[in-house]
């Protein structure tokens, strides 16, 4: 039994057990989202300024997020997740005539906020009402208004760059996945 817990002991402590796992999040929080705080106060700052004025909610500076501006198409803060982003990576940048984010094979996900407000849930079967879907099931009928919180959602799918660096298996190797952002 001894012999048994020994193993295990070892095993969580491990740099690939629980303990270990713990530690790389403790560094990385430490040493790359903190230090991203620091190093881009400014720009959370003009964000914060921006979202205040335009949205009237107060934003927090986020650890792990670097603040991108405002999409120049939709007005809306984009932010960059250092945990998916390759080390030595440069962030990404605008285009000068377009200002769409020009964005690297091994950039991060970038994240839009979605400012607070409300919706109404639920499908409709009948003819010239909003939300309307003739094939809706008896389960997406009705619904109610619904508040929503601000919420970060991703600007698209997961790259398999992203995935695999949020800890996925390996990025498929298959012909069929073989669009510019793998």
Do not use: Y
């Amino acid at each position: 039994a001894l012999l048994r817990l020994e193993a295990r002991m070892q095993e969580f402590t491990s740099d690939e057990g629980e303990l270990g796992q713990v530690r790389k999040l403790l560094t990385w929080s430490r040493d790359t989202a903190q230090r991203a705080l620091n190093e881009h106060a400014e720009a959370w700052a003009t964000s914060a300024q921006q979202v205040k004025q335009r949205h009237g909610f107060a934003l927090q500076p986020q650890p792990g997020l670097v603040p991108l501006g405002a999409n120049p198409h939709t007005n809306l803060q984009e932010f960059l997740d250092l945990a998916s982003h390759a080390s030595g990576e440069p962030l990404p940048t605008r285009d000068p005539n377009t200002g769409e984010l020009q964005l690297s094979p091994r950039c991060g996900i970038v994240f839009v906020l979605v400012a607070p407000g409300s919706l109404h849930m639920g499908a409709q079967r009948e003819t010239g009402l909003p939300q309307r879907d003739p094939l809706a099931q008896d389960a997406e009928l009705g619904g109610g208004q619904v508040m929503l919180s601000e919420f970060l959602l991703a600007s698209t799918e997961l790259t398999q760059w992203q995935w695999h660096a949020l800890g996925g298996p390996e990025p498929s190797r298959s012909e069929e996945h073989t669009s510019e952002l793998q």
